[in-house]
């Protein structure tokens, strides 16, 4: 069956510019998380979704960067006025409900900030 | 503060040797620990899962130990091939939450 699919697969923008970026879960999964991977480091958590519940966005890191998931489904990742520091892989990932179900990741957008 | 470290950081071996790849914990209260394979411009995927009751599980090559006293795991590779190079993460729940704590990975090189 189909997998958590991202969009874009790449993204070159300049500093300054917004950006948004999607996330299409697995079908039936209620969570789905949003991570960063900067180069050669380990995943940073940003912001978690479940069913209809308010998300845990603990791990944004600052008020440009927000996320919105329609629907139980789709999920937005929108990043305002971009840094270079954003740069990174941006990856999304979507399980069922359970702490033993295992995260599906889709294969991310590469943002690059110029 | 929960924290996973991983060792080595990077490893390289020849093609059809065996290595062994290291995670520590401190995560509370315990609930599982997975190990992940995330290949080159690809999202990660899950290998195994460890739960507090298990010591081993094995998928093919790929053999995870866990020993919750010491809060450590392992993931032991036989016979090694090409497409076993990757990252390795390991990834750990607490009990009550639904964000895991993540490693920073072992990038594993095999050379033929």
């Known amino acids: 069956g189909a997998g958590v699919s991202q969009s874009p697969s790449n993204k070159v923008t300049e500093k300054g510019k917004d950006v948004e970026l999607r996330c299409d879960p697995i079908s039936g999964h209620t969570a789905l998380y949003w991570y960063r991977q900067s180069l050669g480091q380990g995943l940073e958590f940003l912001i978690y979704?479940?069913?209809?519940?308010?998300?845990?966005k603990s791990g944004l890191p600052s008020d440009r960067f927000s996320a919105e998931r329609t629907g139980g489904s789709v999920s937005t990742l929108t990043i305002q006025r971009t840094q270079q520091e954003d740069s990174a892989v941006y990856l999304c990932?979507?399980?069922?409900?359970?702490?033993?179900?295992?995260?599906?990741f889709g294969n991310g957008t590469r943002l690059t900030v110029t | 503060k929960n924290q996973v470290e991983q060792s080595p950081q990077s490893l390289i071996i020849l093609e059809g040797k065996n290595c062994t790849l290291q995670?520590?914990?401190?995560?509370?209260?315990?609930?599982?620990l997975r190990w992940y394979k995330q290949d080159t411009g690809r999202g990660p995927v899950s290998l195994t899962i460890m739960t507090f009751s298990e010591n081993t599980k094995s998928n093919g090559r790929y053999t995870a130990t866990l020993d919750a006293d010491t809060k450590q795991s392992s993931l032991h590779i036989t016979a090694s091939q090409l497409s076993d190079s990757a990252s390795y993460i390991c990834?750990?729940?607490?009990?009550?939450?639904?964000?895991?704590?993540f490693g920073r990975g072992t990038s594993l090189i095999v050379h033929p």
């Open positions: 990932a979507s399980s069922f409900t359970g702490e033993n179900s295992p995260l599906h």
């Open positions: 990834v750990v729940s607490a009990g009550g939450s639904y964000i895991p704590t």
């Open positions: 995670c520590n914990y401190t995560v509370s209260p315990f609930s599982n």
């Open positions: 979704f479940q069913g209809n519940s308010a998300p845990d």
